[in-house]
């Protein structure tokens, strides 16, 4: 069964540094989005990208957030500066329409800012 | 956005049927309704889909009462695997899909 890919599943890094967060999704979607969910809390929307620009982003994608699709298979996730609230699981997922109603998630990400 | 509301825990025991009910009073005539389960440090996964009346799949079944203003996803005969957080969503062709609190299901032995 296909299946999104993400790469680190677990990153350490101090505050302040550059983050970028890799994910490979289902070769045929063509809806990508990144999702966190900090400890214990719910999952929250971060972005969603098609047609290689951002479709819809929430008030956390901040200015420090950035999304690319570098060439046809890998979408990465990119924090320039790390905060402490930064630390979270970070889930990317694809879609192969937009009215399926499926999202196919990675196993996600675990970020850990010192 | 249409909003949902589901009970925050549910516990249930092996073997049980278990329903969980999801309130969606502003549901849009072209909203479907869709179920995610997510384990502990796992993505959400899906689990079913529907828009009106009921639909079954190998995992669960979904019922929609005629007003679509709630829905109920059944899970049959519960096993302690399926201890999880279960997502009720509601939505059609929207990139924003924003998850609620979801629903905790204790199995217990």
């Known amino acids: 069964e296909p299946e999104v890919t993400q790469t680190p599943s677990h990153q350490v890094t101090q505050m302040g540094q550059e983050v970028i967060l890799r994910c490979v999704p289902i070769s045929n979607h063509l809806y990508f989005y990144w999702y966190r969910q900090i400890l214990g809390q719910k999952v929250e929307f971060l972005v969603s990208?098609?047609?290689?620009?951002?479709?819809?982003k929430s008030e956390i994608f901040d200015d420090q957030f950035s999304v690319e699709r570098p060439d046809g298979s890998n979408f990465t996730l990119k924090i320039r500066s790390t905060k402490l609230e930064d630390s979270a699981m970070y889930f990317c997922?694809?879609?192969?329409?937009?009215?399926?109603?499926?999202?196919?998630f990675g196993e996600g990400s675990r970020l850990t800012v010192l | 956005l249409a909003k949902t509301t589901q009970p925050i825990s549910m516990d249930s025991y092996e073997g049980q049927e278990v329903n969980i009910t999801c309130s969606h009073n502003n549901i849009a005539t072209n909203d479907y309704i869709t179920w995610y389960q997510q384990f502990p440090s796992q993505g959400p996964r899906f689990i079913i889909q529907?828009?009106?009346t009921k639909v079954t799949n190998e995992v669960a079944s979904l019922f929609i009462p005629a007003d679509r203003k709630s829905s109920t996803l059944s899970l049959p005969r519960v096993s302690l695997s399926d201890t999880a957080v279960y997502y009720c969503?509601?939505?059609?062709?929207?990139?924003?899909?924003?998850f609620g609190k979801g629903t905790r299901l204790h199995i217990l032995p």
């Open positions: 997922a694809s879609s192969e329409a937009l009215d399926t109603g499926e999202l196919f």
């Open positions: 990208f098609y047609n290689n620009e951002i479709s819809e």
């Open positions: 529907g828009y009106k």
């Open positions: 969503l509601v939505r059609y062709r929207d990139d924003k899909i924003i």
